[in-house]
Nanobody, 121 residues
Framework: QVQLVESGGGLVQAGGSLRLSCAASGRIFSIDAMGWYLEAPGKQRELVAAITSGGVTNYADSVKGRFTISRDNAKNTVYLQMNSLKPEDTAVYYC???????????????WGQGTQVTVSS
């Protein structure tokens, strides 16, 4: 019953910016960590950025200094601000969230539907 809906992807020129959003809805008691992953064809999904419920972040080395992850807990939403985009950032980006649906655990991992980011040179 939990749904993560992504938006904000698209086509942008190198050096440009995009802001991805991912909103969780449904049967949710609380959300712990949320994150963004990328997936290229034939490759495994890999971490881009993650953020805990308290705002502690971590990033892949390739995006440090360019991307910023943030969240609005009141809206159950996580964002990825993507600046100084490079063609190699082109991928499908998926959000995820660790969610407690009961208030007593355990946490389950949910995924968004993916949003395409294409960076042209």
């Amino acid at each position: 019953q939990v749904q993560l809906v992504e938006s904000g992807g698209g086509l942008v020129q190198a050096g440009g910016s995009l802001r991805l959003s991912c909103a969780a809805s449904g049967r949710i008691f609380s959300i712990d960590a949320m994150g963004w992953y990328l997936e290229a064809p034939g490759k495994q999904r890999e971490l881009v950025a993650a953020i805990t419920s308290g705002g502690v972040t971590n990033y892949a080395d390739s995006v440090k200094g360019r991307f910023t992850i943030s969240r609005d807990n009141a809206k159950n939403t996580v964002y990825l601000q993507m600046n100084s985009l490079k063609p190699e950032d082109t991928a499908v980006y998926y959000c995820n969230a660790h969610i407690d649906i009961s208030g007593y655990g355990p946490m389950f991992v949910y995924w968004g539907q993916g949003t395409q980011v294409t960076v042209s040179s």
